[in-house]
């Protein structure tokens, strides 16, 4: 914990990062095992950078407490959410689907790294059951274990459809095909995200709603993170839940 007057501790945590190209192809080809992908790629591609970045802060602030640590990537990858979504909701419906996969993208980030500041690791293929189980995609560990071996069974299924995109045969079905992906990305960002992509048909509303549904899926996420991972045994100091802004 650090000392009450002392400097608010700096981080490098780097926000920015978006969806992988590859990643956004697959989905779009197989949307119905969209979260199942995206959950499996972020423990890939997230989880060592959680893993290096709690293991930096912990060097740079060796007293400071767990709860303090989480509450600095909470506040992070809160403000990144409610900026994405307000941009998002300056540009109108197009950009929904893609906030959307942004927004899912931030969320498994957040909880990665909520995961390695309480001490477990990031990047064990249980922390994607975890994913979608916090996000609610599922409702019990075991069906998100089955859909997740199902969805890395059909990984060449997805890069062929991905491949087939653009052809006569393809066209058809692309107009339901991303529908059921931006209801399957809205699932596992948060039901709000659903409302979020209404408001989009009201001008102006969109971009203050936009924000404040990603602020908002980002602290109940949190929260939920915060109750799995956080040891019951640690000692508690003030406010050790995110505040809702």
Known sequence: MTEPGALAPTDDLDVRDAPPPGLWQQMKADPQYAPEYLALEAVTRIGPQAAAWVARMRTRYPHMHPDGLAQLAVKRFRRHARFTGAVSGSVGLPGAIADLATLAWTQSRLVLHLAAVYGVDPTHPDRATDLLVLQRVHKATEAARLALGVAQGREGVGVALAKGVGTTASRAPVGRALGRLSWKLAQMAGMRAVRKVAA?????????????????????????????YRPPTLTAVPHPRPASQ
């Open 200 to 228: 989009k048909a009201i001008p102006f509303a969109a971009i203050v709603f936009g924000a404040w549904a990603n602020s908002s899926t980002v602290n109940d996420l949190a929260s939920r993170t915060i109750n799995l």
